[in-house]
């Protein structure tokens, strides 16, 4: 099907259904164009909780789509295909979270919204890139089991000075984990005059060189403070802020930064999803009950 067909197709089915298009600032150009609400994690955490319409489809990885089926129960989440994996949340097993737990007993459990629901279910609180310093402050503890990604253990450690305990020690994001002190080099040479925004996934010695560390969201809030910007996460993220921002120049600090599980979700996907209602996301209540209070906990603090 040719794409201005699909996207009439897309527009008839999402009335049909009363659904709406909720896509990740990582995702397609294709698919971002008739997104509904586009976002960083936290923001569709939020965005999810008050859904005006009985079919949400999730153009993002799994963990996100969980959460937003974590947030509406009643309500039917469709995951474009099953793909859209995150490799970083399939690091952390709950197992890892229960021996940390024996090492702190009075440590609290704060996981990245990139993490499995099995594994939510085990935290005190949930975090993004965009809230985790701000939360982590908040909590009456100076020792803080973090999980899964290290690198943006480090960045809340050094934030806050509080001991930051990574659970897995191994746990990343094979995509940030791309960038290189190489790259920083390359985009000063290159682009003189532009500043760094670096993802706080990305390794410990490319935030040193950072003009700001920020999640996706704080991308797209900070970008008007320059006129030229090297952006240091997934290479989709040029094409949102490019949209948003046509007078201000934006350049991938490398074009290979692409996420797979993000990239899996096409017009045709989504599409056929909203056709055949699938794929419809679950999550056992016994597990979603428990999770829902560290989501919920993390959108009162943030």
Same mark, same amino acid.
């Given at each position: ?6 996207? %009439? ?37 939020? +965005? ?20 937003? =089926? ?9 995951? *474009?295909?099953?793909? &859209?994996?995150? &490799? ?12 940390? =737990? ?5 440590? *609290? ?10 594994? +939510? ?16 402050? +908040? ?5 803080? #089991? ?6 943006? &253990? ?27 002190? %190489? ?8 682009? *003189? ?7 706080? %996934? ?26 030229e910007w090297v952006v240091f996460t997934e290479r989709e993220m040029v094409?949102?802020?490019? +949209? ?7 350049? *991938? ?6 996420? #797979?599980?993000? =990239? ?15 794929? &419809? ?22």
């Amino acid at each position: 099907m040719e794409r201005e067909k699909l996207v %009439e197709e897309i527009a008839r089915l999402k009335e049909e259904r009363n659904a709406i298009i909720m896509a990740h600032n990582y995702q397609l150009p294709e698919v971002q164009d008739i997104a509904d609400f586009l976002g960083d994690s936290l923001e569709l955490a939020r +965005k999810a909780v008050n859904v005006d319409a009985d079919v949400i489809v999730f153009a993002g990885v799994d963990f996100m789509a969980e959460t937003a =089926k974590i947030l509406n129960p009643g309500k039917t989440v469709l995951l *474009p295909t099953r793909r &859209a994996t995150c &490799a970083m949340a399939e690091m952390l097993r709950p197992e890892h979270i229960i021996e940390a =737990k024996k090492k702190y007993p009075d440590a *609290p459990v704060v996981l990245y919204v990139n993490s499995s629901a099995e594994t +939510k279910a085990l935290a005190d609180v949930t975090v993004t890139s965009a809230n985790a310093v701000r939360v982590v402050e +908040k909590l009456d503890s100076e020792v803080i #089991i973090f999980g899964p990604d290290k690198n943006l &253990a480090h960045y809340v450690a050094k934030q806050t000075g509080k001991k930051v305990i990574p659970v897995p020690e191994y746990g990343h994001c094979y995509v940030h984990r791309k960038f290189t002190l %190489e790259d920083v080099e390359r985009a000063r040479r290159l682009y *003189p005059n532009a500043k760094l925004m670096v993802h706080p %996934e990305c390794e410990p010695e490319v935030q040193e060189e950072a003009d700001v560390i920020v999640s996706t969201g704080g991308m797209i809030k900070r970008a008007p403070e320059w006129d030229e910007w090297v952006v240091f996460t997934e290479r989709e993220m040029v094409y949102r802020l490019s +949209k948003l921002y046509p007078n201000i120049r934006f350049h *991938p600090a490398r074009e290979d930064a692409t996420c #797979i599980g993000m =990239k899996a979700i096409t017009l045709n996907h989504i599409y056929e999803s909203l056709k055949d209602m699938k794929y &419809a996301v679950e999550v056992p209540e016994r597990i979603a009950e428990k999770a829902r209070k560290a989501i919920e906990k993390m959108l009162e603090m943030s």
